[in-house]
């Protein structure tokens, strides 16, 4: 005859609620992992798709003053955010946009760089990278944060497409630096 005791009852119990909660913690990251990067809005509330774009001015890495959104208008707008100036990601999606930028002159658009770094960062990594677009400094963060593109102390990797009038027009949300900017480019085609 078997005999099974309180003890037995007790670890079986335990370990039938450890498989349950491991069980839900497996399907809610595998449901987590089954999603686009895209459709993982991390950092905030998104510019609505179609809307006029959250209007900004910032200090630019040239020393010649502040850059605004505005200044733009007329042409096309690609303002990506970053999360830091001279790291390994983010220094491979500035040589990218930069290898490119031939590309978005001949569809006469402008590229923006926002992180938190300050002008005299920006200024460096331009110098040290060859970057011949503006990088801007939103020390504050408010741009960041109007943009849905802030995280802790951080700009994330968000990029927002804005076309000639304004218009928040196409967002792209933690991009892969290696392949991003060609993304952008193809959607340029589609939009224009």
Known sequence: MLTISRRSVSRAASMAQILRVVGAIALILALWLAQPLGAIALGGEQPAIGQPAPAFTLPSNSGDGEVALDDYRGQWVVVYFYPK?????????ARRFQQDLPEYQQRHTQVLGISVDDVDSHAE???????????????????????????????LRHTYIVDSEGTMRARFLGVNPLFHSAEVLALLDELQ
């Open 85 to 93: 100036d001279f790291t390994s990601g983010c220094t491979l999606e």
């Open 125 to 155: 990594f331009c110098d040290s990278e060859g970057l011949k677009f503006p990088l801007l400094a939103d020390t504050s963060g408010a741009t960041s944060k109007a943009y849905g593109s802030w995280l802790g102390n951080r700009s």
